[in-house]
């Protein structure tokens, strides 16, 4: 990280909920640095002294950013706002070449700022039951089902776990992957016949850009014992060590 940029920049819709959720995982994972909270409404932020981003969960994306001539799915929460607010915010970040992560919606905003596409409505995709992606809450999380990460992807190398059980609390996923990130974790046991598993993390294609998205909740994870846990810590502790200020020591 270049000398002077203290602040890692947390883009959210409701700063309350990331202040609770999200924040503490970054303070566990040893960051001391300044953090700034920014939601739609917010003038935008001034990248020049950000270390780096992340991007957490929220309401869904509008489909016009990725296609203008596809409908909004009658079960999407879109977050307009938040949209318009994130996408140049992605975008002058990777053209910064700071480390992003981006969590849920945040790993599904930063794929279609990046030129990728989404499924709006898992069940419908993948002909699966409505709750089979969609168990628990922020303060509840329910271990439902197991990520497969690709063995020789960067993530893997991060998180120690080739697969582990993972929260989830989503209706829409990562469809066509933005051409400079890769797809690198899935759910194997939702399947379609022509896109595959469900994608549940991306990276950057480019092996020097620290730029991660995964589509479970790490935040709600980090206390627990076992390799979920182990995974959410080492996630959380690799980003930090992407942009944590230099010591003084």
Do not use: M, Y
């Given at each position: 990280m270049s000398s002077g940029k203290s602040n890692l920049l947390v883009s959210c819709k409701n700063k309350s909920g990331a202040e609770k959720h999200y924040?503490?995982?970054?303070?566990?994972?040893?960051?001391?640095?300044?953090?700034?909270?920014?939601?739609?409404?917010?003038?935008?932020?001034?990248?020049?002294?950000v270390a780096g981003m992340l991007l957490t969960g929220g309401h869904d994306i509008h489909p016009s950013h990725w296609d203008a001539l596809e409908p909004v799915h009658p079960e999407a929460e879109v977050d307009a706002d938040r949209d318009l607010f994130e996408i140049p915010l992605i975008r002058a970040a990777w053209d910064n070449n700071l480390p992003i992560l981006g969590i849920c919606r945040g790993e599904q905003i930063l794929n279609v700022a990046l030129g990728g596409s989404l499924i709006q409505n898992v069940p419908d995709h993948y002909g699966c039951?409505?709750?089979?992606?969609?168990?628990?809450?922020?303060?509840?999380?329910d271990m439902h089902h197991?990520?497969?990460?690709?063995?020789?992807?960067?993530?893997?190398?991060?998180?120690?776990?080739?697969?582990?059980?993972?929260?989830?609390?989503?209706?829409?996923?990562?469809?066509?992957?933005?051409?400079?990130?890769?797809?690198?974790g899935w759910h194997l046991d939702t399947v379609h016949p022509d896109t595959g598993p469900i994608i549940e993390a991306v990276e950057a294609a480019d092996p020097s850009r620290w730029v991660f998205g995964v589509q479970w909740h790490p935040e709600n994870l980090v206390t627990l014992k076992g390799p979920a846990g182990d995974?959410?810590?080492d996630l959380f502790a690799a980003f930090v060590n992407a942009v944590q200020p230099p010591s003084n020591g």
């Open positions: 924040l503490p995982a970054l303070k566990a994972a040893g960051w001391t640095g300044t953090i700034q909270v920014v939601a739609p409404g917010d003038p935008s932020p001034d990248l020049t002294k039951e409505s709750e089979r992606h969609q168990h628990g809450t922020p303060d509840v999380a197991r990520v497969q990460l690709a063995p020789g992807s960067r993530l893997r190398s991060l998180l120690g776990e080739d697969v582990f059980l993972v929260n989830s609390r989503h209706h829409q996923s990562v469809k066509r992957v933005a051409p400079s990130l890769v797809a690198v995974a959410a810590r």
